[in-house]
Structures are given as structure tokens and as C-alpha cells.
């Protein structure tokens, strides 16, 4: 399974972005797909976390109510708005073991080679 995340930039506080990660496997839409963050010199954290038909949705709280996770068959989309600086960081999406998301990064064993999301001030 090979994933392509897409869709970061630069952008104002305030702004909004859209991410996208695609798979070009069949098997992507039997799994759960989490979109991960890492900022300088951080760890790679959860941001939020879908289920393989869509049915089940898990924000991180620093994000909630300001990001919205969806998906179709071979998609998975992150909505960013009102992104402020703390939002910066390597974007990436991962695709899970399982068909239910799990929090960790051993939950997902499938890795995109990330995005830049940089939020000035």
C-alpha cells in the first residue's frame, strides 16, 4: 500500500487548508486512516482519525472543532481551518491495521512521505 499526501502550503493565521491522501490500492478503503503531525524537534503526534467506511471520527483536542477528517474510496481528506502557528508541522497520513482507528503509531503501518503545513502570524 503506498499513500500520497498532498495539499500542504504556507497560509496566514486564520487560514485554511485542505489535505489529501490518496492510496492506489484497492485494500485503502478497508482500513482505518490516521493524519499524524510533526513539528521541529517533536514527536509525531495524532491529529485526527478515520474508519474505514467513515462511520467513526477522533480529533486530537487541539484541533477539534477546527478540523474536520472524511474520506471516499481511495481518499482521505484533512479540512484545516482557523490554523494558527502551532499548526505547523510535517503532515502525514498512515493507513491502520485495522478497519477501526487506533491513537498510536503502531496502530498504522502504512506511511505517506508527508506534507509541509507552515502557519505564519
Known amino acids: 500500500v503506498q499513500l500520497q499526501a498532498s495539499g500542504g502550503g504556507l497560509v496566514q493565521a486564520g487560514g485554511s487548508l485542505r489535505l489529501s491522501c490518496t492510496s492506489s490500492?484497492?485494500?485503502?478503503?478497508?482500513?482505518?486512516v490516521g493524519w499524524f503531525r510533526q513539528a521541529p524537534g517533536k514527536e509525531r503526534d495524532i491529529v485526527a482519525a478515520?474508519?474505514?467506511?467513515?462511520?467513526s471520527t477522533y480529533y486530537a483536542n487541539s484541533v477539534k472543532g477546527r478540523f474536520t477528517i472524511s474520506r471516499d474510496m481511495y481518499t482521505v481528506y484533512l479540512q484545516m481551518n482557523s490554523l494558527q502557528p502551532e499548526d505547523t508541522a510535517v503532515y502525514y497520513c498512515?493507513?491502520?491495521?485495522?478497519?477501526?482507528?487506533?491513537?498510536?503509531?503502531?496502530?498504522?503501518?502504512?506511511w505517506g512521505q508527508g506534507t509541509q503545513v507552515t502557519v505564519s502570524s
Open positions: 498512515a493507513a491502520g491495521r485495522r478497519p477501526t482507528y487506533g491513537h498510536d503509531i503502531s496502530d498504522y503501518n502504512y
Open positions: 490500492k484497492r485494500t485503502f478503503s478497508n482500513n482505518a
Open positions: 478515520i474508519s474505514w467506511n467513515g462511520g
